[in-house]
């Protein structure tokens, strides 16, 4: 069983850059893709960004592209998410989820079997 503990999270101010971290324990994660989600308050979880097992290939929503980057690595099980101009809407609690194994990186939630608690993320305007 993996377990997936989200850290950097916190209170930042519109167009300043945050770094999210997934640090996973009890399997390595090399091997699965990787995504990072995030819910909004009175809002569905939605898609932000994944990566593929080695990193080649990543995917953002249109709201994260060009502002936001994905990384990985796996010698340190661990999965990034580095936010750049950050926005209002932006704000948060951003979650990072291990993809099925040997599968492709993906844009929904059931493409993903395990999930870390979250760690909250708030944009000031």
């Known amino acids: 069983q993996v377990q997936l503990v989200e850290s950097g999270g916190g209170l930042v101010q519109a167009g300043d850059s945050l770094r999210v971290s997934c640090v996973a324990s009890?399997?390595?994660?090399?091997?699965?893709?990787m995504g990072w989600f995030r819910r909004a308050p009175g809002k569905e979880r939605e898609f932000v960004a994944a990566i593929s097992r080695n990193g080649d290939l990543t995917y953002y929503a249109d709201s994260a592209k060009g502002r936001f980057t994905i990384s990985r690595d796996n010698t340190k099980n661990t999965v990034y998410l580095q936010m750049n101009s950050l926005k209002p809407e932006d704000t948060a609690v951003y979650y990072c989820?291990?993809?099925?194994?040997?599968?492709?990186?993906?844009?929904?939630?059931?493409?993903?079997?395990?999930w870390g608690q979250g760690t909250q993320v708030t944009v000031s305007s």
């Open positions: 009890g399997r390595t994660i090399g091997i699965y893709p």
């Open positions: 989820a291990r993809g099925r194994l040997l599968a492709h990186p993906g844009t929904s939630d059931a493409a993903y079997d395990f």
